[in-house]
């Protein structure tokens, strides 16, 4: 069945380090979802990629979507104590399937 | 945001006792879901419904009753829990037929079973 999985589990860094966060399906993905929940929140969604290849921004953040569809990363440059809480990325392995989602990299900051 | 609300926020009960969990969503969406997020395994989909019928069931112990009356509203009616069901539950609302669509989650009940 659809398994998405993701890595690192946890991430610990400085405040000021880049920190990754990959996500790999077993299957190729239609689209790929990212999430972030601070902790003690709930799931929020970030961004949404859908092309192969495809690359976007938002401000520090940078998402990624493999050429093959089956592999996704999130990029943070320069973090801050502000982008503590857990990413989750999220696959869809067809246009109108289900969501699947990673088990989460829970990124601390340190100041 | 208040998109989709949860109710309660908390909630603490015995093994023996009877409760229910509240979503209710404000977005005019047509999917609602019920997750179980715990340190052990972190987002687990334990139901969807779509257009108010029940459309995913994940092999949920049957002391976890699921209700969607509208679309708007869906219950998750508690009996007879064990401690292993301590967790947070989320609830969340998507727009289905789109093939891209969102997911908004809602708050979550934090439950603890002692």
């Known amino acids: 069945g659809q398994q998405v999985m993701q890595i690192p589990q946890y991430q610990h860094v400085q405040e000021g380090e880049d920190f990754t966060t990959y996500c790999n399906s077993s299957?190729?993905?239609?689209?790929i979802q990212w999430y972030k929940q601070r902790p003690g929140g709930h799931p929020v969604f970030l961004i949404q990629?859908?092309?192969?290849?495809e690359v976007k921004k938002q401000k520090r953040l940078t998402f990624q979507f493999g050429e093959a569809k089956k592999n996704s990363s999130l990029h943070i440059t320069a973090t801050q104590t502000t982008d503590v809480g857990t990413y989750f990325c999220?696959?869809?392995?067809?246009?109108?399937?289900?969501?699947?989602f990673g088990r989460g990299t829970q990124l601390t900051v340190w100041p | 945001e208040t998109g989709v609300t949860q109710t309660p926020r908390h909630l603490v009960m015995g093994m023996t006792n009877k409760k229910s969990l509240k979503c209710e969503q404000h977005?005019?969406?047509?999917?609602m879901y019920w997750y179980k997020q715990s340190a052990k395994k972190p987002l687990e989909l334990m139901f969807v419904?779509?257009?108010?019928?029940?459309?995913e069931n994940n092999s949920v112990p049957s002391r976890f009753s699921p209700e969607c009356p509208n679309s708007s509203h869906l219950f998750l009616h508690l009996h007879t829990l064990q401690p292993e069901d301590s967790a947070l539950y989320l609830c969340?609302?998507?727009?289905?037929?789109?093939?891209?669509?969102?997911?908004?989650f809602g708050p979550g009940t934090r439950l603890l079973v002692l």
């Open positions: 299957t190729t993905l239609s689209n």
């Open positions: 990629l859908v092309k192969s290849g």
């Open positions: 969340a609302s998507s727009q289905e037929d789109t093939g891209s669509e969102t997911q908004y």
């Open positions: 977005l005019g969406h047509n999917a």
């Open positions: 419904y779509s257009l108010e019928e029940r459309v």
């Open positions: 999220a696959g869809r392995g067809s246009t109108l399937g289900r969501l699947y």
